[in-house]
């Protein structure tokens, strides 16, 4: 070490002239033990001299990169370091072209820091037991790694080929029974492929399996997969299953214990009946979250009506339930069936005729949607003439019931009013809070607002937002009408909260407006505040001129909240 003092405010070129000094001095001292050598002799010298110098630098640096405060930590620190830096890089199933080869191991990039990262990252089976199958060779080395513990195996592939598929198969299945998870995305003939290998092939640890066929264009239903059988049966660990354009028969014992089950787009042969179905959910009594798109129980073309429900099963651990089937009345076929937790969501997606509204989706008897007794706040959103959702809430931001219906007929109009006419029939409107209308101004006529509002006694708040400038004329002048059936006082008397965005800037609009809330404040049923999103100044100190509110707000941030 150099025996200079360490300052500060020290000259780069004086240090330069003191390092210039010490290597003046050490090349005198080599030149003396060189003196007699020959000139071969002395070269060899000096290079056996530099790689000894090379070593102590190399030795220096070690000793120093010790003293770094990362490498206080403990190796238990380092791997769950290191197992979350592998987590982040897990690749995910979507578009193969998105994501790089070689993704899924690039956090090994660690073991070129230092030789105890090195060690650490090469000897920690837990960092192994994640396996992105797009490589045998990777395949082999992190099954060897990765031990006797459990294993999640990710597969995708955009190739028809299915050579590579069977050579990563013949890999995995010695190590088949420490497999817990099996994400498998690939085409038409490497899924056959796959269930060649794991048909008859026991999942005793397997907890989640995600099969998804893809090609190069929109698949039918009848172009899914069908396995006719799959682990011989033996998944008794299985709590996940996602299968799109892949089927499995209802009646396969793996389709128990299930948590999650999510069915997308299955072949119709493979169609299960009611009482099937129904067992299926029985045996799952612990499900938390369903998908069935273009899956499950459907009636036969003829039926008209849904027959009565010969039972119903309670899923008292449900969360989610997303339906998209066929046809209305298989949706209410499904609904009238299952008694739903007041708390899960519930979401629905279908096509209608022109002349239905959301009734036909729905089933008679609601008893087992009981969060719909509960919802407090209803948002009706257009989105054109065709398409409507409706969101219920039992809390501002607790979803109840989700429905996005759209209109199957191209000549038809979906109009707002056949939802407005029903919507007594499904929700408790007498305890009604907050209703949100986006995009009805030019849909909804004056007297069908009279009609629902006058079934909202308890409202407080109306939200009426557009995309485009409108006057909300309708809407004004139905907060005016007294109640059908009454003549005295006004809709929704408990209304304190007005709130509108997409409004003409005309001077004509801020005075209806104004001139609503004059009369209703006239009939006893005064409004607390009008939140009017892009009010300028003029329109704000109009407002409070004319004494109509005690507060209009100017803060616009529930625009993209409601929008």
């Not at 899956?295 to 339906?323: H, N, W």
Request: proline share 6%; glycine share 4%.
């Amino acid at each position: 070490m150099s025996d200079y003092p360490i300052t500060i405010n020290i000259d780069p070129r004086d240090v330069a002239l003191l390092a210039d000094d010490d290597l003046a001095l050490a090349i005198i001292a080599e030149k003396k033990s060189m003196e007699g050598m020959s000139k071969m002799d002395a070269r060899a010298w000096i290079d056996t001299k530099t790689r000894c110098l090379q070593q102590s630098i190399m030795a220096l640096t070690a000793v120093r990169n010790t003293l770094a405060a990362v490498d206080n930590l403990p190796d238990e620190i380092l791997v769950k370091i290191f197992w979350h830096l592998a987590l982040s890089v897990r690749p995910c199933l979507g578009t193969v072209r998105k994501t790089r080869p070689g993704w899924g191991i690039s956090w090994l990039v660690v073991a070129k820091v230092c030789r105890r990262w090195r060690n650490i990252a090469l000897w920690t089976p837990q960092l192994y037991t994640f396996i992105d199958a797009h490589n045998i060779h990777i395949t082999r080395t992190f099954l060897s790694r990765s031990c006797n513990i459990p294993v999640d195996i990710y597969m995708q592939s955009d190739s028809s080929s299915t050579n590579k598929i069977h050579g990563i198969l013949a890999e995995i299945k010695p190590h088949f029974s420490r497999v817990r998870e099996l994400q498998c995305r690939a085409r038409y003939q490497s899924l056959l492929a796959l269930t060649l290998h794991i048909g008859s092939l026991p999942a005793p640890m397997l907890e989640s399996l995600h099969l998804e066929q893809t090609a190069i264009r929109t698949l039918t239903s009848n172009e899914a997969v069908v396995i006719s059988e799959i682990f011989n049966g033996h998944a008794p660990a299985l709590r996940r299953l996602y299968l799109a354009h892949v089927s499995i028969p209802w009646t396969s014992p793996i389709f128990t214990g299930l948590t999650e089950l999510h069915l997308l787009l299955q072949h119709s042969s493979t169609s299960p009946s009611m009482v099937t179905f129904l067992k299926v959910l029985e045996k799952c009594p612990l499900l938390e979250v369903s998908t069935l798109v273009l899956a499950g129980p459907s009636l036969e073309a003829d039926f008209l009506e849904y027959p009565p429900p010969l039972r119903v099963v309670e899923l008292t651990r449900l969360r989610e339930l997303y339906l998209q089937l066929s046809r209305t009345i298989d949706t209410q076929h499904v609904l009238a069936h299952l008694d739903i937790p007041p708390t899960a969501i519930v979401t629905i997606r279908c096509q209608l005729d022109s002349d239905q509204d959301f009734s036909a989706v729905l089933p008679r008897d609601c008893s087992g949607l009981r969060g719909l007794s509960q919802v407090q706040h209803l948002r009706v959103f257009v989105e054109d003439v065709q398409s409507i959702t409706l969101t219920g809430y039992t809390h501002p931001s607790a979803p109840a019931l989700v429905m996005s219906l759209f209109v199957g007929e191209s000549e038809g109009m979906l109009k707002p009013r056949l939802f407005f006419s029903q919507l007594h029939r499904f929700f408790p409107l007498s305890h009604l809070k907050d209703l949100q209308l986006v995009d009805c101004a030019a849909r909804v006529s004056k007297e069908k607002y009279v009609e629902v509002l006058s079934k909202l006694p308890t409202l407080t708040h109306l939200t009426a937002s557009e995309k485009w400038p409108a006057q909300q004329r309708q809407i004004l002048c139905a907060l005016t009408m007294p109640p059908l059936g009454n003549d005295e006082g006004v809709v929704c008397p408990l209304l304190k909260v007005l709130r509108f965005s997409g409004l003409d800037s005309k001077q004509e609009v801020v005075d209806n407006i104004a001139n609503t809330c004059q009369f209703r404040a006239f009939k006893g049923a005064a409004l607390d505040a009008i939140h009017i999103a892009g009010l300028d100044p003029e329109g704000v100190l109009s407002l409070l001129h004319l004494d109509v509110v005690s507060t209009v707000n100017v803060d616009d941030s529930w625009v993209h909240e409601v929008s």
